[in-house]
């Protein structure tokens, strides 16, 4: 049996159902507690909360979307080439390591 790592098409519409649903039920707390402190307006009660729902998810939904895309880990496009160039380069701008304490206290006991 062999796996497969999932597409960027996957990752994108797995991001929308997640933001979704959470926008969603964010959006249906929200729409809640506004029917509850300003009244339903011309919709109705579930109107007015089904709107907040809706907004809400879609919203949060384009934007998880577009998220969980820029973040996908898909290295397995790349050659070896590309990878050994990526890897020498993040290598080039790495930190040095800091020296110990008492390298700098030698120095400044020598200058006294």
Avoid at 12 to 27: E, F, P, T
Avoid at 66 to 78: A, K, Q, T, V
Wanted: charged content about 15%.
């Amino acid at each position: 049996m062999s796996y497969h790592q999932p597409s960027i098409w996957d990752k994108a519409k797995m991001g929308l159902i997640m933001g979704g649903s959470v926008g969603a039920c964010l959006g249906c707390l929200i729409g809640f507690y506004s029917t509850m402190k300003f009244g339903p307006g011309p919709r109705g009660y579930l109107g007015t909360i089904g709107q907040y729902a809706l907004g809400s998810g879609a919203s949060f939904g384009f934007f998880m979307m577009i998220g969980s895309c820029i973040r996908s880990d898909s290295n397995s496009l790349l050659s070896v080439e590309d990878k050994a160039l990526l890897k020498a380069n993040m290598d080039r701008w790495k930190a040095p390591t800091p020296k110990p304490v008492a390298f700098y206290m030698a120095k400044t006991s020598k200058t006294e």
